[in-house]
């Protein structure tokens, strides 16, 4: 079983990330079982939020919140601290919405080179030159994550992940957007892997 945790605030789309990534290890045929659930309470658009997602071969029988993750998914580097290191399995992964290196980001959290994968992506510039953005004009950066994962260990491609952000969104008219800040991010993101101690 894979156990991953998305770090974002109240409207980025954190949950929806969740839910769209079950999706797409469903299409992959490698993760029949599938879990995806939200953490937070009465928190408005803006607070820090928490969703879980489990991925397995097997029936997964656990309903509670993930407490050490293969895969910490940080969507806004504001809500990224130690907590968030903490909280990783060692030989597990972080994925970094920032434009920083892994090797910066590795350095300036003293993170392990031999326990955790550090993968970074700026989600947030890939957002903005799509004009993939809200409201608000805040960016939409949970679709395009799915391209960095794709691109991680996890046996999911880029085409079960735009297929399932085709099957979440349908005919919207950001479908096709979200689909290509997908791929923008499987093109442009770093990775650092775990060496040898």
Request: some cysteine; overall charge neutral.
């Amino acid at each position: 079983m894979i156990e991953i945790i998305f770090y974002g605030r109240g409207g980025m789309g954190a949950v929806t990330a969740g839910k769209i990534l079950s999706q797409a290890a469903i299409f992959s045929n490698n993760y029949p079982h599938v879990s995806a659930f939200p953490s937070f309470g009465t928190e408005r658009r803006g607070a820090p939020v928490m969703a879980f997602c489990r991925i397995s071969e097997e029936p997964i029988w656990i309903r509670s919140h993930i407490q050490k993750a293969d895969y910490a998914i940080v969507l806004d580097e504001t809500v990224f601290g130690q907590h968030v290191i903490d909280r990783i399995k060692d030989k597990g992964a972080l994925v970094l919405n920032t434009n920083k290196c892994p090797e910066d980001v590795r350095q300036e959290y003293n993170i392990d080179p031999a326990k955790i994968t550090v993968v970074t992506c700026d989600l947030t510039q890939i957002a903005f030159d799509l004009k993939l953005t809200n409201r608000e004009n805040q960016p939409i950066v949970n679709t395009s994550v799915l391209g960095v994962l794709a691109k991680s260990s996890l046996k999911i491609s880029l085409e079960d992940a735009k297929k399932a952000i085709q099957d979440m969104f349908g005919t919207s008219p950001k479908t096709d957007l979200n689909i290509k800040a997908a791929e923008k991010a499987a093109k442009s993101a770093l990775v650092d892997e775990v060496r040898a101690a």
